[in-house]
Structure formats: C-alpha cells, structure tokens
C-alpha cells in the first residue's frame, strides 16, 4: 500500500508540474501576442487592438496616434462581440476599434502625431447591422483631402472590408477620417490599422545635378535639396544605372554622348533633372617645322625637321612637306620624296634634306 500511495504522489506532482508548465506556456504566448499587436515589421506597423480591453481608451493609448471622435479623445469603445453580429471574426479576433456615437454617424478620426505623415495607410473597415456607405479620407498636413476610398455594405452584413490609401503626390498622410454618410445606420469600426514609416512631411521635393552638360566622359554629382528627410532615396539616371535607396549626394558618370533624364523618386514622390552629354571635339595638332641654323653656305646640305607637338596626329603626303621660294614670294622649287604616306603621332618629328640647288642647278 505505500508503494501505491508514493506512486500515486508521483502522478500527482507530474500533473502539477505539467500543468504548471502548460500555464506557463499560455502566460508566453499571452505575452507575446500582446507584443506583436503593434509590431513594425519591414518599415510598417500594425495596430489590431488586441493589445487593450473592451471599454473606452483615450486618444494618445498608441504613442503615433491621436485618436479622437466628435473632438472627444475619449469617445473609442473596444468591443469583443457585437450582440447584432454573433459570431462574426474580426480579422484579427477578439478586438475591434468601434465609433461609440449612436448610428455611427460621428466622424473616427487618427491622427499621427508630432507633425509627422506616413505615405501608405490601410486597414479593415469592421460592419454591424450597418446601411449606407461609409467614408474613408486621407488628409495631408494642410488638412486637404489627398486620397478618397468608401464602402457600402448591406444591412447586417457583418463582414471586412480593405481599405488602402496614398497621397499621391502629395507631401504625406497626416489624418485618417472615417465618418458614416447620413444615411448610414448601426455600428462600425476599424481593424488591423496599418501605416508606412512615419516622417516628417516632405516639401520642395528636388534635387540638384551639377553639370547639367559636358563632354564624356561626364562625371554628374546629385544632391536630394527637398525639405524634410526623404526615404528611401532611389536614383534612375537614365542610362540603365540605377541605385536603390542611396545616399543624399550619388556621382554618376556618363561615357557616351546623349541626352539623359535623372529621376528621384522616394515613395510617391518624383523629380526630375536633364543632361546633355556632348562628344570632345579632337584638338587641332600643333606643327612645328625647324633647322638647325638659320643661315646656310650655296649647295650646303639643308635638314628640315617636322615635329608634332600633338594632342592629334597628322597625315604626312607622298612629298616633302615644304616648298622653297625666292624673296619676292615665287616657287621656286617643290622637292619630290620618295616616301610613302605616313602619319606622324604626337610627339614624334621627321626630316627631310636639300642641298640648296635650284632644278636647273641639279
């Protein structure tokens, strides 16, 4: 009998430590869940509201949003469950952010805060029991309406609908409004609140290229000169050479002639320069034509030296480059050589002799 009493204890306290631990496993992942509620995972972030309680919250509950509703920052309900619509699933079960006015009618608006924008926003509209059509707006920092999406769902649909925006080319989203029209009725909400990396709003989106024309090769430095921190910075620069969120100054260089558009784009935002690459036009050679003396005894032995002071090379005749006149000016003798055409390169000479005979004197 104590034998079976010790083993019996021992199932007891296996028990005990398995359950421990399977508490403690459901504690992790309680934990964990709640840290993935609003997680940024590759430059953007989710708010599902499964981080918070059903009942009322305040509007700065998430530090990159203002959340209000008729100016009141206190008027958002969390819901688990909507009597009307029993059993439906959030998309991401079991909370919902609903407009607690009556018919839903009020404006939800979230705001991000200190000044900054985002350049992509989505998230889930949530329908109970709701007619009507219901308005999603996306407003820049001036409060001008840069992107507009709606929804019109059939009484008691109970169902998701996705809703994304874009500014445009507008410098950023700084407000989400959504309001149900007049003739909306019932309840709604929002889900799975989305948005890009937030920053401060872009304006004067531009950037400089120094020079704008040139011979190639073409070394062009850009520099982005907009104001606010723009990412990422992505440079085209029209000749098939391409970088991807670069730095604010990039070099390129251009090895052949032609006209080229440099774009920089960061998100929905462009601008655009264009270059003008030329062909060098080859330099003229300089020629310099010498002998060794400048006086000379009848019939002495002349060498003319040609010398090619470059940067191009010249194209030498089936003749000696030069022709002997008298003082008034008259040809007097155009010596023949027995050469064949050559080409002198930069920097090499060549000469040629005469023994000062006129033809007749030969």
């Not at 709701?130 to 769902?153: C, M, N, R, Y």
């Not at 194209?315 to 080409?343: C, V």
Request: aromatic content about 8%.
């Amino acid at each position: 009998m104590a034998r079976s009493d010790n083993l019996g204890e021992r199932i007891r306290i296996a028990l005990g430590v398995s359950i421990a631990v399977f508490a403690i496993s459901l504690s992790y992942w309680g934990i964990y869940s709640g840290q993935q509620s609003e997680a940024a995972i590759q430059g953007t972030t989710t708010i599902n509201f499964d981080d918070r309680s059903a009942g009322q919250i305040s509007g700065t509950t998430y530090p990159d949003l203002l959340i209000t509703s008729s100016e009141d920052p206190t008027a958002n309900l969390f819901q688990v469950d909507n009597p009307n619509c029993r059993g439906f699933a959030h998309p991401s079960p079991p909370n919902a952010l609903y407009n607690s006015h009556p018919g839903g009618n009020s404006p939800l608006i979230f705001a991000f805060t200190n000044g900054q924008v985002s350049d992509s926003v989505s998230l889930q509209i949530t329908q109970f029991t709701t007619a009507g059509s219901i308005k999603v707006e996306a407003l820049d920092s001036t409060g001008a309406v840069v992107d507009t999406k709606s929804t019109q769902p059939q009484a008691n649909s109970c169902n998701n609908t996705p809703i994304t925006l874009t500014p445009g080319s507008s410098p950023g989203i700084a407000r989400i409004r959504m309001i149900g029209e007049p003739s909306s009725t019932g309840f709604w909400g929002v889900d799975d609140f989305s948005y890009g990396t937030l920053h401060q709003p872009i304006s004067n989106f531009s950037f400089s290229a120094t020079p704008l024309t040139g011979t190639a090769p073409l070394t062009v430095t850009t520099t982005y000169t907009g104001q606010g921190s723009a990412t990422p910075l992505n440079w085209d620069f029209g000749d098939g050479q391409t970088v991807q969120n670069g730095s604010a100054t990039v070099q390129h260089t251009y090895q052949a002639a032609g006209t080229y558009v440099i774009k920089l784009t960061s998100n929905t935002l462009t601008a655009t320069k264009s270059i003008t690459v030329t062909t060098a036009t080859p330099l003229p050679p300089t020629l310099l034509f010498s002998t060794s003396k400048s006086v000379y005894g009848f019939a002495e032995l002349i060498t003319f030296t040609l010398t090619n002071k470059g940067p191009g090379s010249v194209t030498l005749p089936n003749e000696a480059p030069y022709t002997i006149r008298s003082q008034d000016g008259k040809t007097t003798f155009t010596p023949i050589a027995a050469q064949s055409i050559s080409t002198l390169s930069a920097g090499q000479s060549k000469s040629w002799s005469w023994n000062q005979q006129l033809p007749t004197e030969a």
